[in-house]
């Protein structure tokens, strides 16, 4: 019986932003701009958690985990973002398109479940300040961040897995800046619904269930905040994650703005820039939201600099 290799496409041609040469080179100067910022910006959160003894509290240890995250996330996606607007489109291998997307997805994933441990760990310090130290004691937490990362990379296994074993016998041009999964879903030759019911079943509930956790942490977090007397114990509790919902309402809303409110009918230019938000901005902005809003972030950063 003759056997036939089911990847029949050997490589993937990422279209991009197709744009005159002119625009190309301020489009690759301002996402380069972004992308150095961006480094940057959760090194020095990972370096001032590392170093600095009075960012020692638990949600400062979940705080560099997100920043980690946020820059793999970026590295993932960027420089190869930024080689496909020098040369207006860029071919890859079918393993390193199937790579970034285990990466992008599994990053993804563990920035949701981060940012749910985050909000217990937030919705425990207002609701229940006296056993704070005891519930949030340095064992737990790393077990919190231990899991998130592993149930995020061992979803993603199972569906890069199953979407390899798919045929793809071309066309092989994917009309976006990175490889995701309903792009090449649309390229394969075979039956794809078992891989969207395994998605669906699997992905759907790792991305949304925290967003469902994070909404009844908050409720309970408002409920309390409401019963306190003093208006400065309302703002001064409020303030403590005002840092934290800004950045979940950021990143969930770009997230479901590109894959649950946008048919396939709309431009795909629209869910470039919406997959923008949350690919490029978010781990950009993210630092800057938690360094702005926060006191002690700052304190750290003048010692670390040796200017107090």
């Known amino acids: 019986m003759n056997t036939v290799n089911e990847t029949v496409v050997t490589e993937f041609i990422l279209l991009g932003f197709q744009s005159p040469r002119p625009h190309r ?3 690759f100067l301002i996402f380069l701009l972004f992308f150095m910022a961006t480094v940057c910006g959760n090194l020095l959160i990972i370096v ?6 009075n960012l020692s509290s ?10 980690s995250c946020d820059l793999l996330l970026s590295a993932v996606i960027v420089p190869l973002m930024l080689n496909i607007i020098l040369r207006n489109s860029r071919s890859v291998s ?3 398109c199937f790579a970034q997307f285990y990466l992008f997805g599994a990053l993804a994933t563990t920035e949701c479940l981060l940012l749910s441990v985050m909000s217990y760990d937030r919705y425990v310090a207002i609701c229940n300040p006296l056993q704070y130290s005891s519930i949030m004691s340095f064992p737990r937490c790393v077990h919190l961040v231990f899991w998130s990362w592993l149930i995020s990379f061992s979803i993603m296994l199972n569906t890069t897995f199953q979407l390899y074993k798919l045929k793809f016998c071309g ?12 792009p090449l879903l649309r390229l394969s030759c075979s039956d794809t619904s078992f891989v969207e019911l395994e998605n669906l079943l699997t992905g759907g ?4 269930l925290p967003l469902m956790y994070i909404t009844g942490t908050y409720m309970s977090i408002f409920a309390t905040i409401l019963k ?19 950045v979940v309402c950021l990143y969930y809303g770009a997230l479901m703005g590109a894959y649950l409110f946008l048919s396939k009918n709309q431009s795909t230019n629209i869910n470039k820039i919406l997959s923008l938000l949350y690919t490029v901005m978010t781990p950009l902005v993210n630092p800057i939201i938690y360094s702005l ?7 750290a950063f003048l010692k670390l600099l040796n200017i107090e």
């Open 293 to 299: 809003r926060n006191r002690e972030i700052k304190i």
């Open 25 to 27: 080179s301020l489009l």
């Open 228 to 246: 306190i007397p003093t208006t400065i114990g309302r703002q001064k509790a409020f303030f403590t994650c005002s840092s934290h919902l800004t």
């Open 48 to 53: 001032l958690v590392s170093l600095c003894k």
């Open 205 to 208: 509930p790792a991305t949304f």
């Open 171 to 182: 066309p092989n041009i994917i009309d976006h800046f990175f490889c995701d999964l309903a």
């Open 58 to 67: 638990p949600m400062y240890f979940f705080l560099s985990h997100l920043s």
């Open 94 to 96: 079918v393993f390193q």
